[in-house]
Nanobody
Framework: QVQLVESGGGLVQAGGSLRLSCAAS????????MGWFRQAPGKEREFVLD????GGRTDSVKGRFTISRANPNTVYLEMNSLKPEDTAVYYC????????????WGQGTQVTVSS
């Protein structure tokens, strides 16, 4: 059975950093794109970053956030200079390289940024 389990969320002051982790199990995710999404209270879920697996460590940067993947089944989200508007539940997800739709989702981890 496929499972995605996030960890690393918590309460942090504005300007601080957090590193989220997502551990996938149940199959090898070498042919999957893994991504992070977030959903703030009262808002729709939004895409943050995603990353494929080409062998070897890879990472991608979008502003204050960096996604990285050291092996097919583990993905990280490094978040720096956090702002109160980054407060949300952060979800890890995976989709096959050949599909647009994310088919596997974690349960989410809460990130709260205080001002």
């Amino acid at each position: 059975q496929v499972q995605l389990v996030e960890s690393g969320g918590g309460l942090v002051q504005a300007g601080g950093s957090l590193r989220l982790s997502c551990a996938a199990s149940g199959r090898t995710f070498s042919s999957y794109v893994m991504g992070w999404f977030r959903q703030a209270p009262g808002k729709e879920r939004e895409f943050v970053l995603d990353i494929g697996w080409g062998g070897g460590r890879t990472d991608s940067v979008k502003g204050r956030f960096t996604i990285s993947r050291a092996n097919p089944n583990t993905v990280y989200l490094e978040m720096n200079s956090l702002k109160p508007e980054d407060t949300a539940v952060y979800y890890c997800a995976a989709r096959s390289n050949t599909r647009e739709e994310y088919t596997f989702w974690g349960q989410g981890t809460q990130v709260t940024v205080s001002s």
